[in-house]
T-cell receptor, first 113, second 115 residues
Framework: ETGVTQSPTHLIKTRGQQVTLRCSSQ?????VSWYQQALGQGPQFIFQ???????GRGNFPPRFSGLQFPNYSSELNVNALELDDSALYLC????????????FGEGSRLTVL | GENVEQHPSTLSVQEGDSAVIKCTYS??????FPWYKQELGKGPQLIID?????GEKKDQRIAVTLNKTAKHFSLHITETQPEDSAVYFC??????????????FGTGTQLKVEL
């Protein structure tokens, strides 16, 4: 098992810019979820991808979007960055859309100045 | 939607003592309750989980209990060691309707095990 890998690990952007974060799911996992973790808080669900389609979304605006590729890897895109978007973005994979057994990556730390 | 409350926010114990972290949830449809350990600079690591068809589950020094009626679940760590120091998160989701990936997390407990 290779685990969940994310890139980049750290990045700095300015307000109004756009960012793309990448995630490779654990071998054998076909479902990817993205979470936002603000400093000192628990992770918050952004959305889930299964069979290359968004399948469940949390309370995040449309400027948060994503993709899932045929190899189950995924991207998170955030447009028009705001200061409050500064957070750790976590990708998690699982073996199915229904299971809660998520394996998290180490995250991408985004700082918006 | 689901709301998960977690207590205490910080917990300091002596090495070898037990630690207990408690969570409550609001949505009776939730049926899956995992616990995650997060070390500084790392992603959350699943340490134990429980589903609503059982009341207790144990794995070596770690145990989780679930009271569906009261909507409470707790993490118990016995014989604590310095390497147990981390932030612990409880979470809840509804696996039955396909929403298992949508975990609602508590606010976390900073556990410090002192020598």
């Amino acid at each position: 098992e290779t685990g969940v890998t994310q890139s980049p690990t750290h990045l700095i952007k300015t307000r109004g810019q756009q960012v793309t974060l990448r995630c490779s799911s654990q071998s054998g996992h076909n479902t990817v979820s993205w979470y936002q973790q603000a400093l000192g808080q628990g992770p918050q669900f952004i959305f889930q991808y299964y069979r290359e389609e968004e399948n469940g979304r949390g309370n995040f605006p449309p400027r948060f979007s994503g993709l899932q590729f045929p190899n189950y890897s995924s991207e998170l895109n955030v447009n028009a960055l705001e200061l409050d978007d500064s957070a750790l973005y976590l990708c998690a994979s699982s073996s199915g859309q229904g299971t809660g057994e998520l394996i998290f990556g180490e995250g991408s730390r985004l700082t918006v100045l | 939607g689901e709301n998960v409350e977690q207590h205490p926010s910080t917990l300091s114990v002596q090495e070898g003592d037990s630690a207990v972290i408690k969570c409550t949830y609001s949505d009776s449809a939730s049926n899956y309750f995992p616990w995650y350990k997060q070390e500084l600079g790392k992603g959350p690591q699943l340490i134990i989980d429980i589903r609503s068809n059982v009341g207790e589950k144990k794995d070596q020094r770690i145990a989780v209990t679930l009271n569906k009626t009261a909507k409470h679940f707790s993490l118990h760590i016995t014989e604590t060691q310095p390497e147990d120091s981390a932030v612990y998160f409880c979470a809840a989701s509804d696996e039955v309707t396909g929403g298992g990936n949508k975990l609602t997390f508590g606010t976390g407990t900073q556990l410090k095990v002192e020598l």
